[in-house]
């Protein structure tokens, strides 16, 4: 199977992290505009989507071929092509098992092409944030709420979610990895129908210091 993928170095790193069937040929490119060297490839990976705001002009020409895009926050209704959705976020992509939402006609290409980097499919529906986004902003979220309240500082709560829940990192941490821009954008999307999810005051203001 050859494959090119648009991706950044540190995502390059994360997708690569359970390494790469001998078989898989892949192109890696920075930028749509290479596209057109590569239009003999087996499908398309763009994790780089949502960081280009959803740009779909260069999906188009693939349109006959799967195409996985990195979209957290836009559903594939609203992209307007069937694609499959995986969860792109710093952190989730080096996980073993791929979180991901797509037709049923693409489920067999979802799991064909997230093979060849030895990784499980987990699908879900078709939702906004997909499963682990929304649960990991939500206790981030948390976190900052009790940061107001002068319940403990950053690095103590870190420390402790870490300790007593065993996560690979704290909330603040995840934040940062994450990018607290995109933690506001899918929450504050999410308080539209839920208000559970409306960004905590202190999260919304470091977010746009």
């Known amino acids: ?49 949502e960081e280009n705001g959803y740009d779909t002009s260069h999906l188009k020409n693939y349109a006959s071929k799967p195409v996985i895009v990195s979209s957290i926050i836009k559903m594939i209704e609203e992209i307007g092509i069937d694609v499959i959705r995986i969860n792109g976020w710093t952190g989730f992509l080096k996980r073993s098992v791929a979180e991901i939402s797509c037709s049923d006609v693409n489920k067999a290409h979802a799991e064909t092409i997230l093979n060849e980097f030895n990784k499980k499919t987990e699908f879900i529906p078709d939702i906004r ?60 999307e999410l308080s539209l129908n839920e208000k559970r999810y409306q960004p905590a005051g202190l999260l919304l203001k470091e977010a746009i210091e």
């Open 1 to 49: 199977m050859r494959l090119v993928v648009l991706a950044n170095e540190h995502q390059k790193e994360e997708i690569l992290s359970g390494g790469l069937k001998d078989d898989c040929k892949v192109d890696w490119i920075k930028t749509s505009a290479e596209l057109s060297e590569f239009d003999n490839c087996d499908a398309l990976i763009d994790l780089l989507f």
């Open 129 to 188: 944030g997909f499963v682990s986004s929304r649960v990991v902003s939500m206790i981030i979220n948390e976190a900052y709420f009790a940061l107001e309240e002068n319940v403990s500082t950053k690095k103590e709560i870190d420390t402790a979610m870490k300790l007593g829940t065993n996560y690979p990192y704290g909330p603040f941490e995840w934040a940062e990895k994450i990018g607290l821009k995109n933690i506001v954008s899918l929450l504050t």
